[in-house]
């Protein structure tokens, strides 16, 4: 019965509040202007801090223990593993990826979709893949951004959704791989 109360409580939770909000109403320490599209927070939530301007893609885990440690033991009994997660400012993972325990991402990351971040990742760099690695820095990225993606004082936001993005979507396919 206390199982169910717990998940009735947290499904209620999950459709009250923003992302945000709920992510708040877990512990977890969240700055402003950020969008948080994930609920998955651990069992520890109190120990994830995430910055200004972060956006968190749905799908994404941010874990605060090794589960695997319950597997060691000795005459001192069971093994436990907990760790902070730290995301600094200006922040973006990608849908799906995976944060490992003790893993600090410092401002102006970008994590590609999928990756598994198992080491920090320092300022000013794009990372990918499992395990994430470097894979480019975000000065680049924000170059090639103002560079060449339409501005949304450009788009006519009189138009529906559908016909505004059609109206300024990029026709170039990408090259193949070789």
């Not at 949304?152 to 193949?176: H, T």
Request: charged content about 25%; glycine content about 10%; aromatic content about 8%.
């Amino acid at each position: 019965m206390k199982k169910i109360f717990h998940y009735l409580k947290t499904t209620i939770k999950k459709i009250k509040y923003s992302g945000s909000d709920y992510a708040r109403s877990l512990g977890v320490e969240v700055g402003k202007d950020c969008r948080v599209l994930t609920t998955n927070f651990g069992s520890e939530p109190w120990l994830i801090k995430i910055g200004n301007k972060v956006t968190i893609t749905s799908g994404v885990k941010l874990l605060t223990h090794d589960g695997a440690a319950w597997l060691v033991e000795d005459g001192k009994g069971r093994r436990e593993h907990f760790a902070r997660v730290n995301i600094g400012n200006n922040v973006f993972i990608g849908i799906n990826s995976i944060v490992m325990p003790g893993v600090t991402i410092e401002d102006n990351v970008i994590v590609a979709a999928g990756s598994v971040v198992t080491k920090s990742v320092p300022s000013g760099y794009i990372v990918g893949g499992n395990p994430a690695k470097i894979i480019g820095k975000f000065e680049d990225y924000k170059q090639k951004a103002l560079d060449t993606f339409v501005s949304r004082n450009d788009m006519d936001f009189s138009l529906d959704f559908k016909e505004r993005i059609n109206q300024v979507i990029d026709p170039e396919v990408k090259k193949y791989l070789q």
